[in-house]
């Protein structure tokens, strides 16, 4: 039988989703523990990739097993789990259902924090320079990649992509004072390696006045690397959405 489940995870202590020979990742954490209530080992494939410090408000996997599901399975699992990693729910779906593949589009957000926050340093990346963010070149610099289809200037070099192809749906930042926060969200259909990191440091370099809007179209539009690169660290980064068409 096959099975999906929806979990949540907290990435800073974890090399990422996938694991790793030399680091703890979520994905082993998860499946050194299902065996002690499942009486077996099991495999489970992830909806993505994250790399490591990112973090996942909203991620599936999934994965066969020949045991049946006890009603108590929930409550126990997420016991014997660290506090950073939590199962909401657990389901079974036709053996051909796949997490990775089937999904339609993934949603991120990256936070970013305009003071200093002891609450959230793990979850927000502190930027003490908004007082000098042209706000309206960083809104173009994420309008701008809604034109586009293929974004080699944000991908890491290190990747096995077979495609530079995104159908991106959303890219644009909110703004909340009140709070002293700055989101980035961004949706696609399929994501490459590093690139809202990328993504984020470009906008907030445009802002900045390092980076022509010009500069970043004419790097779309041939496929180039940018002048700057700037990838913004993990921490501030979380999956939010991930959507199939069932």
């Not at 974004?151 to 990747?159: A, D, H, Q, R, W």
Request: proline share 5%; net charge neutral.
């Amino acid at each position: 039988m096959r099975y999906f489940t929806e979990l949540a995870y907290k990435g800073t202590r974890y090399c990422g989703w996938q694991r790793q020979p030399n680091a703890m990742s979520v994905q082993e954490k998860l499946e050194d523990t299902l065996p002690t209530l499942l009486g077996e080992m099991v495999q489970l494939t992830g909806c993505g990739r994250t790399d490591a410090g990112v973090h996942a408000s909203q991620f599936f996997a999934h994965f066969d097993t020949q045991r049946p599901f006890e009603q108590a399975f929930l409550g126990r699992i997420n016991r014997l789990l660290p506090p950073d990693i939590v199962l909401y729910r657990v389901w079974e779906v036709t053996p051909d259902a796949h997490a990775r593949f089937d999904a339609t589009q993934r949603s991120y957000e990256y936070h970013i924090s305009l003071r200093k926050d002891p609450f959230h340093a793990d979850t927000h990346w502190h930027f003490p320079f908004f007082a000098r963010l042209d706000m309206d070149k960083v809104r173009q610099a994420a309008a701008v990649l809604l034109e586009y289809e293929a974004f080699y200037p944000f991908c890491k070099s290190e990747t096995d992509a077979k495609t530079m192809r995104c159908k991106l749906t959303r890219s644009e930042w909110v703004l909340d004072e009140v709070a002293h926060r700055l989101t980035f969200c961004i949706s696609a259909d399929r994501f490459l390696r590093g690139m809202v990191r990328l993504i984020v440091g470009a906008c907030l370099n445009a802002g900045l006045g390092q980076l022509t809007i010009d500069e970043i179209r004419r790097s779309l539009e041939l496929q180039t690397r940018l002048a700057k690169s700037w990838s913004v660290p993990p921490h501030g980064l979380f999956l939010t959405q991930v959507e199939y068409p069932y």
